[in-house]
Nanobody, 125 residues
Framework: QVQLVESGGGSVQAGGSLRLSCAASEYTGSSYCMGWFRQAPGKEREGVATIYTGGGFTYYADSVKGRFTISQDNAKNTLYLQMNSLKPEDTAMYYC??????????????????WGQGTQVTVSS
C-alpha cells in the first residue's frame, strides 16, 4: 500500500509560481504511473499531468501545457509539479495519485489506486 503525502500548496497572485511535492512511502521509481489531479469546488476531478516513472514519459492536460512541469526524484521517492504562470482558473485542491502500470496518457482518476490527501492552490487575480 503506497502512501502519498502532498505539500507545497498555497496562495499566489496570477502570474506567480508554486512547486508541489508528493512524497511516496515506498520506491515508485519504476513501472508506476504517477500523476497530479485537481478538483475545484463544484467541478469534477481532472487530470493535470502524469509521468511514467519507468521511462520518464510525461503527459499534460492542454490547459497546463507550457506552464506546468511534472518530474520525479527517485532517490527521494518524490514527485513534483512545477507550476508557472498561474491563472485564477488553476485554483483547486491538487492531489497526487499513483498506480503500478504503464501509462501513455493521464487517464481517468478511477484508474489510479493510491491518492494523497490533497494540497490547496489558490490563485488570485
Amino acid at each position: 500500500q503506497v502512501q502519498l503525502v502532498e505539500s507545497g500548496g498555497g496562495s499566489v497572485q496570477a502570474g506567480g509560481s508554486l512547486r508541489l511535492s508528493c512524497a511516496a512511502s515506498e520506491y515508485t521509481g519504476s513501472s508506476y504511473c504517477m500523476g497530479w489531479f485537481r478538483q475545484a469546488p463544484g467541478k469534477e476531478r481532472e487530470g493535470v499531468a502524469t509521468i511514467y516513472t519507468g521511462g520518464g514519459f510525461t503527459y499534460y492536460a492542454d490547459s497546463v501545457k507550457g506552464r506546468f512541469t511534472i518530474s520525479q526524484d527517485n532517490a527521494k521517492n518524490t514527485l513534483y509539479l512545477q507550476m508557472n504562470s498561474l491563472k485564477p482558473e488553476d485554483t483547486a485542491m491538487y492531489y497526487c495519485a499513483a498506480v503500478r502500470r504503464y501509462c501513455y496518457e493521464i487517464g481517468p482518476a478511477g484508474t489510479y489506486n493510491y491518492w494523497g490527501q490533497g494540497t490547496q492552490v489558490t490563485v488570485s487575480s
